[in-house]
């Protein structure tokens, strides 16, 4: 309850004090710390012995919006837009119990209690199953979509991502397994300890996570979304033998695609040879595609059937390759000048991500390289 309160509070001043912060998400995870508190609240006032029909009846509903919440949080991460019935799916659940459980209670009959009960940890247990399973799909599905459209290598930068994923997993592990052992079993139980000391600690990861991924305001979903893939049929004017013409159509098409495909590859090694566009940070395959006179679309399957490479590996290959050629020069005074300079001039982002990605293809640092190829 406390670790929630704490974050809660962390959110509030921090959207409060920060006008220009691109709030959305921010208030989505506040949302969720109020949620989370409203629950541990209810569960600090039940293992207090205070009995209230309001407060179970508050937690039930709560218990059932919480995962609802997260995931919206991760959509929003993701630039996710839903749908008018996704979310009446995500929210049905807690209006369910809204409406059933207080009749439940006024009609006093514990059988009737006891079968809504578990029904309702049911419905959570396929709530925390769906939301894992959907969201996992998310955020795999968005960091594909920025390795294929960013030259900077801005997937690895949203690693935190995967950690956010991992972190709410195990908490949904750990909130299934509470859920079926059932509140009552940790009344006057000293082993309440270990899942209170859990949640907390995940609890509290899971916001400081949150708090350190940095979203771009500028990213749109539709300016990410390369899934349209090349046509596979051409217009064809004769209207005898409706069979053969679709066959006829649907090879020109593969030939015109191939036609397509190979001549943009062509293209895009001389405008790297000649150009060397991949020495600006900032490119992207929309900057791409304007030089090659085409859609980013079609570039996009191009890097995947003719390089068998994402957007962002290929342009990251090619500034490996010219940080090389720096390295090799002889002409510095000092490995340490070299070093910059290849960074600096490479077309890399920033320090680090030169050095990961150096080494990651090369197997050794850019120090190393050097070394070696200067003697």
Not at 26 to 45: D, S
Not at 79 to 88: A, C, G, M, Q, R
Not at 209 to 228: A, C, G, K
Request: charged share 15%.
């Amino acid at each position: 309850m406390l670790t929630s309160l704490f974050w809660l509070a962390f959110y509030v001043l921090k959207i409060a004090s920060t006008p220009t912060l691109n709030k959305s998400n921010k208030q989505l995870i506040l949302i969720f710390y109020f949620a989370t508190f409203i629950l541990y609240l209810c569960h600090f006032i039940y293992f207090s012995g205070i009995e209230s029909a309001l407060f179970e009846t508050i937690y039930t509903i709560v218990n059932l919006l919480v995962y609802p919440l997260f995931y919206l949080y991760l959509c929003n991460l993701t630039s996710k837009k839903l749908k008018t019935n996704e979310y009446l799916g995500l929210f049905l659940p807690s209006i369910v119990i809204l409406v059933v459980y207080p009749i439940c209670l006024l009609i006093e009959s514990e059988t009737i209690k006891s079968v809504f009960y578990i029904l309702a940890r049911i419905c959570f247990f396929l709530q925390v199953v769906c939301v894992w399973i959907i969201g996992n799909k998310h955020i795999h599905h968005y960091l594909k979509l920025l390795d294929n459209y960013y030259s900077d290598d801005r997937s690895y930068q949203f690693r935190a991502f995967s950690w956010l994923l991992h972190l709410f997993g195990s908490i949904a592990i750990v909130s299934s397994i509470l859920n079926f052992i059932g509140k009552e079993w940790f009344v006057n139980n000293e082993l309440i300890v270990i899942p209170a000391i859990i949640m907390a600690i995940m609890l509290y990861a899971l916001g400081y996570v949150s708090n350190t991924i940095d979203i771009y305001s500028n990213l749109e979903h539709e300016n990410l979304n390369l899934d349209i893939a090349f046509p596979t049929q051409t217009k064809h004017d004769s209207t005898n033998d409706n069979i053969n013409n679709d066959d006829i159509n649907k090879q020109q098409g593969i030939d015109n695609i191939e036609s397509i495909k190979l001549s943009l590859s062509q293209k895009l090694i001389e405008i790297m040879d000649s150009d060397k566009p991949y020495l600006n940070p900032n490119l992207t395959i929309q900057d791409l595609a304007l030089m090659l006179n085409t859609n980013r679309t079609y570039l996009s399957v191009t890097f995947r059937d003719e390089f068998g490479v994402s957007f962002s590996t290929y342009i990251n290959q090619k500034r490996v390759e010219h940080a090389k050629t720096i390295l090799s020069n002889p002409n510095f005074e000092t490995n340490k000048e070299a070093i910059i300079n290849a960074q600096t001039n490479s077309g890399f982002p920033s320090e680090s991500t030169f050095y990961r990605l150096f080494k990651q293809q090369t197997g050794i640092s850019p120090l190393v390289y050097r070394q070696k190829h200067i003697k």
